[in-house]
C-alpha cells in the first residue's frame, strides 16, 4: 500500500531535519521525505494532527521479556506489546531468561516468538559467558549470527577482569559492545538500597555507589586496552558519570544508558518500605540524580534504557528484603522523559530523540534512528502535549511492578509505526484514527 | 486541704481538662492505628504513652494484677525471630489487661522460605484479632503488614529499622531516675550498625531533648549515620564522659564471622563498660541494657549488677510500657 | 450552686458522716478522679475540724475499668491516670466520692475496681450532685444536692483546686 504521511513536524537530528515534512511510505518502506510532496495515485493521505510529532522509531537497548524460562512475569509477545504501546519499535532484551541465552537455539527461539507476536523488532543481547556464569565465553560468534546485536551478563556483572577483557577483545571482531551491569559484589553484598541516609534511617543494608563505580573504572581502562566497545547498563552514581566521561575525553569506546526511574526519583523513596522502588542499581541520592540529568543534557550519557523488569505481584508482595529487584518501564518511559526533561527545559525533542533513538541503533549496530529513504519505515509518533495518567491495571505488560501507578505527566505516545504498519494508535489523540489505514497488505 | 494530690490536680489544669459531667477529661488518643516506628509519634504522643505507662506500673503493683481493660480483645504475638523477654513482657501486658493472647511462632527467615507474610497474617485475620504484635527479620515488616491487614500492629521488632516499645520503655527508665529527659547527656554504646534499639531510641531522646552520642568501632558505625543529626565518636571515654546515661547494646558472635571486630576479646577492651571507665560519667550516672548480656564483652558483671545498673527495672517497666501501647493502640483502631 | 452554696453543702455532707458512723474506725474516703478527689480531700479536712481525726484518703482512676472505653468513636481517648491508696482497703469502711452521679455507671467500674483491690467491710457512696436518669441499680447515701435535670442537659462542676472557682452550673447541650 502507499501512504503519506502529511504536515506532520518531523524531528531527525541524525538529518539536521525538525520542521515539517511529507513522509511518503511504500510497501512498509519510506519513499520520501520532504515539504509539501505531490500525492501520488492511490495513495492513502493521512493527516498528521498538528499536536503530534514525528520521529525515528524509538529503541529501548535494555529490557527483559522473561521468555524462554518466567512466562508468568512476561512473555515476548506481551512484553512486545507493552513496548509499542511505550512508542518503541524495537527493544533489545537480554539473555538472564531460563535457560540463559547462551546459544543459537535460545536466540531463535526468542526471534520465533517474536515474529509471531508480529509488534516491535525484538534484538536479542546473548550471554558473555555460558549460564552467565562468569567462567568461560559464551559462542559469540554463533550469537551474532544468530541474530544476537551485542553481548552481556546482565543481572551480574562480567564476574572478572580477565572475563571482560577477552570478551572485548573477541566481540570486537564482530562489531559486537559488551554491556555491563556493573556491581562489585563483595562490596554490595546483601544490600537493598543505597548506602547513604535512607539506608541508615530505614535500617536496610545498604549497596555502596563505589559499588558501581569500581567497576565502571575497570571496564574503561579495559576498553582503553582492547580498543573494543563497552556499554555501561544502567548508569546511576555520579562517580560512574565521571569515569564515563574521562574515558570519552580519552577516545574511549565507551557508551552509557540511563533509566527513566533514576532520573526520576532519589532513594527518599524507600522510606515507604514499597518494594516497586527496589530495583538494581538502586535509587541514588539527589545529587547523582542532578549530575545525571546534567549527563543526559551534555552528552555524556548516549541514551535512555528502561531496564524493563516484570516481576509477578506475589513476588513483589514480599518483604523488603525479601522481594525481587526490578520494575517495568516500557509503558512509562516515553511520558517520564518528556515530562521531567523535555517541558522542564533540559533537553528538547532532537536530543530525546538521539537518545531515544538515534544512538541506541547506532551503538546496537541495527537499522533505525532516522528516517531514512529506502529504509522501513519505523516511526515513533509524540503527543508533547498530551495528559496522562499512569494506569498500572491497563499496562499491556503482564507485570505491573511499578513505583509510578497514579502518577499525573505530560507527554505521551501518539502511536508507533513498525515497517509502515500501525501497531499502536492513542485513542486519547484526537486525530490519530486516520492512521488505522496503515496496515499490512494482503 | 490534703497536698498530697496536688501535682495531679496541676496536671489535669495543665492538659487544659474540660468541664464535664463524667470522668472524661481531655482525652488524648494516637493519631495512627499502628504503632510501627518512633520516628511516627509526635512528641505529645511520646508523652502520652509514658504517662499511661505510669498509671498502668501501679496495676502491676496490687496483689490482683489484672483490669477488665480489654477483656473479649484478641491480641495475636507474631514472632519470625526467636525472642524471650519481648514476647514474655508482651504476653503479660497483654494478660493484665484481661486480652485473650495467641502465640505464633514461624519459622522462616530469609533463608528458609515459607509460607509469606502476607499470606500468614491474611490466615489470621480470619480468627480477627484486634491486635497483632509482629517481631519479624525483615525490616519494614510492619509497613507491609499495614497495607494489607485490618487489625492495629504494634512493631516489636523489625529486622535493623525500629523497636519503638523498647525506646519507650528505656525512656520511661529513664524519666523515672532524672525527671526530665531534655537536656541529659545519653551515650549509647556498641553495634550501632544493626541495632534497631539504637534507631528507635536516637529518634526518641532526640525528639525529647537529650543529647545523644553513638560510639562504637567504626565498622559498626551505621554508614550515614550523619542522617541521625547526633555526635558519633570511637572513643569509649569520650562518649561516657559526664554522661547522665549510658545505654549498652549486645554484641552479636555473627559480627566476628562477618570481619566487623575482629574478637570479642578486643571489643571488650576497647570498649566494655568497666568500673573504671564508668567513673568518667556523672557521679549519678544510670547504666541501661537491653538484653540479653553478654557479660565480659560489652559489660562486667560489677557494673551489671551495681548500684548505677537499671536493666531489671528495664524489664519491669518493660510490662507497663507496653501495657500503655496495648490500651492506646486499641483505643486508636477503635477510632478508625 | 456557688462557692458559698458548696462550702456549706460540703460541710453539712462532713457532719453527716460523722453522725452517721459512730466512731470513725476503719473509715477511708476514696476520690473517684478528677473531681471526685478534691472533694475527697475538702471532707477530709472538714472532718478533721470537727472531730479532730484525720481519715486517710486515697485516689481512684477508673478509666481501665469503664464500660464503654472502646466504644467511643468520637470521643478522645480517656487518659489514664494513676490509682494512689496508700492504705489496705481489706475490712475498712470505704467513702466512694464523686462529684456527679447520672448514670451510674462510673461507680458500677469504681466497685469493679475496688473489689480487684481488696475486700472492704462495707461501701458508701457520696456525691456531690446527683443529676437522676439512672440506668443501673445505683444510689448515693450521702447526696449533697439534688439537680432534676433532663437528658439535653449537662450539670458541669468546678472546683477552686482544678478550675480556679468553686460552683456548679446546669447547661443546655449533652456533654457526651
Not at chain 1, 29 to 35: A, F, G, H, L
Not at chain 1, 340 to 361: D, F, K, Q, W, Y
Request: one cysteine or more; proline letters at 4%.
Amino acid at each position: 500500500m502507499k501512504a503519506l504521511l502529511k504536515g506532520g513536524r518531523v524531528i531527525d537530528p541524525s538529518k539536521g531535519i525538525d520542521g515539517h515534512r511529507d513522509v511518503a511510505i511504500e510497501e512498509g518502506i519510506v519513499t520520501q521525505i520532504d515539504r509539501d510532496l505531490v500525492v501520488p495515485d492511490e495513495t492513502q493521505v493521512i493527516e498528521v494532527p498538528s499536536s503530534c510529532v514525528i520521529c525515528p522509531g524509538f529503541i529501548d537497548p535494555h529490557v527483559h521479556l522473561r521468555e524462554p524460562g518466567q512466562e508468568h512475569k512476561e512473555t515476548v509477545a506481551t512484553g512486545s506489546a507493552a513496548a509499542v504501546v511505550g512508542g518503541f519499535t524495537a527493544v533489545a532484551c537480554m539473555p538472564n531468561t531460563n535457560p540463559i541465552n547462551d546459544n543459537a537455539g535460545v536466540t531463535e527461539f526468542i526471534l520465533k516468538k517474536a515474529s509471531e507476536a508480529d509488534l516491535a523488532r525484538v534484538y536479542p543481547i546473548g550471554a558473555v559467558s555460558i549460564g552467565s556464569n562468569g567462567e568461560q565465553l559464551a559462542e559469540i560468534a554463533e550469537l551474532k549470527s544468530a541474530g544476537c546485536v551485542a553481548i552481556s551478563d546482565d543481572g551480574r556483572p562480567v564476574a572478572t577482569a580477565l572475563l571482560m577483557r577477552r570478551a572485548q577483545e573477541y566481540a570486537n571482531m564482530f562489531g559486537m559492545a559488551v554491556i555491563d551491569h556493573c556491581e562489585v559484589h563483595s562490596l554490595s553484598g546483601d544490600g537493598v538500597v543505597n548506602e547513604g541516609h535512607q539506608a541508615a534511617l530505614a535500617g536496610l543494608h545498604g549497596i555502596p555507589s563505589a559499588a558501581e563505580e569500581i567497576m565502571v573504572e575497570r571496564d574503561v581502562t579495559l576498553a582503553g586496552v582492547t580498543g573494543a566497545a563497552v556499554h555501561i547498563a544502567h548508569l546511576s552514581s555520579a562517580g560512574s558519570l565521571r569515569a564515563v566521561a574521562s574515558g570519552k575525553e580519552r577516545k574511549i569506546r565507551v557508551t552509557c544508558e540511563v533509566t527513566p526511574h533514576h532520573f526520576t526519583l532519589t532513594d527518599e523513596s524507600v522510606a515507604s518500605y514499597d518494594t516497586n522502588f527496589k530495583m538494581k542499581p538502586p535509587l541514588q541520592e539527589s545529587e547523582d540524580q542532578q549530575a545525571l540529568i546534567q549527563g543526559l543534557k551534555d552528552g555524556t550519557v548516549d541514551m535512555i534504557a528502561t531496564d524493563h523488569a516484570p516481576h509477578h505481584h506475589d513476588e513483589k508482595s514480599m518483604e523488603f528484603d525479601r522481594a525481587p529487584f526490578g520494575i517495568v518501564g516500557l509503558e512509562t518511559a516515553v511520558s517520564l522523559t518528556l515530562d521531567r526533561l523535555v517541558h522542564t527545559g533540559v533537553i528538547g525533542l532532537s536530543r530525546l530523540v538521539e537518545l531515544m533513538a538515534a544512538n541506541p541503533a547506532r551503538v546496537l549496530g541495527v537499522v533505525g534512528g532516522t528516517i531514512e529513504v529506502g529504509a522501513p519505515a519505523d516511526l515513533t509518533i509524540l503527543a508533547p502535549d498530551l495528559s496522562v495518567t499512569v494506569r498500572a491495571s491497563a499496562f499491556r505488560s503482564k507485570s505491573k511492578n511499578t513505583p509510578f501507578d497514579g502518577w499525573k505527566l505530560h507527554g505521551g505516545v501518539a502511536g508507533t509505526i513498525v515497517g509502515g504498519r500501525s501497531v499502536f494508535i492513542n485513542g486519547d489523540v484526537s486525530g490519530m484514527d486516520t492512521f488505522k489505514v496503515l496496515r499490512r497488505d494482503g | 486541704m490534703s497536698d498530697r494530690f496536688d501535682s495531679e490536680v496541676r496536671s489535669v489544669r495543665e492538659t487544659g481538662a474540660i468541664n464535664r459531667d463524667s470522668s472524661l477529661e481531655g482525652g488524648r488518643r494516637l493519631r495512627s492505628r499502628h504503632l510501627l516506628s518512633i520516628s511516627d509519634l509526635s512528641v505529645d504522643e511520646i508523652f502520652l504513652i509514658l504517662d499511661t505507662a505510669e498509671a498502668m506500673k501501679e496495676v502491676g503493683g496490687r496483689a490482683i494484677k489484672k483490669v477488665p481493660t480489654l477483656r473479649g480483645r484478641t491480641v495475636a504475638n507474631l514472632f519470625f525471630e526467636p525472642s524471650t523477654r519481648t514476647r514474655m513482657s508482651f504476653e503479660i501486658a497483654e494478660k493484665r489487661l484481661s486480652a485473650d493472647t495467641l502465640g505464633i511462632t514461624v519459622a522462616t527467615s530469609s533463608i528458609v522460605k515459607g509460607e509469606t507474610l502476607t499470606d500468614t497474617v491474611l490466615n489470621l485475620e480470619a480468627i480477627a484479632p484486634d491486635m497483632i504484635v509482629l517481631r519479624h527479620w525483615a525490616s519494614g515488616a510492619g509497613h507491609l503488614l499495614s497495607r494489607v491487614c485490618k487489625s492495629g500492629i504494634i512493631n516489636a521488632g523489625d529486622g535493623m529499622h525500629e523497636h519503638p516499645t523498647q525506646a519507650l520503655l528505656d525512656a520511661f527508665t529513664i524519666r523515672e531516675h532524672k525527671g526530665c529527659i531534655a537536656g541529659l547527656k545519653v551515650a549509647i554504646i556498641g553495634d550501632l550498625a544493626h541495632s534497631r534499639v539504637m534507631r528507635s531510641n536516637v529518634l526518641l531522646l532526640k525528639k525529647l531533648g537529650a543529647e545523644v552520642c553513638l560510639c562504637g568501632p567504626s565498622t559498626l558505625m551505621p554508614s550515614g549515620v550523619e542522617a541521625f543529626g547526633v555526635a558519633s565518636t570511637t572513643s569509649v571515654d569520650e562518649a561516657v564522659r559526664d554522661a547522665d546515661v549510658i545505654m549498652l547494646l549486645r554484641i552479636q558472635l555473627e559480627r566476628m564471622q562477618g570481619g566487623f571486630v575482629p574478637s570479642l576479646r578486643e571489643y571488650f577492651k576497647l570498649f566494655g563498660m568497666t568500673s573504671k571507665r564508668l567513673s568518667l560519667a556523672k557521679p549519678e550516672v544510670i547504666v541501661m541494657h537491653p538484653g540479653p548480656l553478654n557479660r565480659g564483652v560489652e559489660i562486667t558483671s560489677e557494673v551489671a549488677d551495681g548500684p548505677h545498673s537499671v536493666i531489671l527495672e528495664q524489664v519491669a517497666n518493660g510490662v507497663a510500657v507496653r501495657m500503655a501501647a496495648l490500651y492506646l493502640v486499641a483505643g486508636a483502631s477503635e477510632n478508625s | 450552686m456557688d462557692g458559698d452554696r458548696m462550702v456549706k453543702t460540703l460541710l453539712r455532707t462532713s457532719h453527716e458522716i460523722v453522725e452517721r458512723n459512730r466512731g470513725l474506725d476503719g473509715l477511708a474516703l476514696i476520690g473517684i478522679r478528677t473531681r471526685g478527689v478534691p472533694i475527697a480531700a475538702r471532707l477530709a479536712h472538714y472532718v478533721q475540724e470537727i472531730t479532730g481525726s484525720l481519715i486517710p484518703m486515697g485516689a481512684l482512676d477508673i478509666t481501665l475499668y469503664r464500660d464503654d472505653l472502646m466504644r467511643q468513636t468520637v470521643a478522645p481517648q480517656p487518659v489514664v491516670r494513676r490509682t494512689e491508696i496508700p492504705f489496705s482497703i481489706d475490712d475498712r469502711q470505704i467513702l466512694l466520692v464523686d462529684d456527679v452521679l447520672y448514670t451510674g455507671r462510673t461507680i458500677r467500674s469504681a466497685l469493679d475496681a475496688l473489689i480487684d483491690l481488696g475486700r472492704p467491710r462495707a461501701i458508701q457512696l457520696v456525691v456531690l450532685v446527683d443529676r437522676g436518669h439512672r440506668e443501673l441499680p445505683i444510689r448515693a447515701d450521702y447526696v449533697g444536692k439534688n439537680i432534676p435535670t433532663s437528658l439535653d442537659e449537662s450539670v458541669q462542676v468546678r472546683l477552686m483546686e482544678i478550675d480556679g472557682m468553686d460552683e456548679v452550673t446546669v447547661e443546655r447541650g449533652d456533654s457526651s
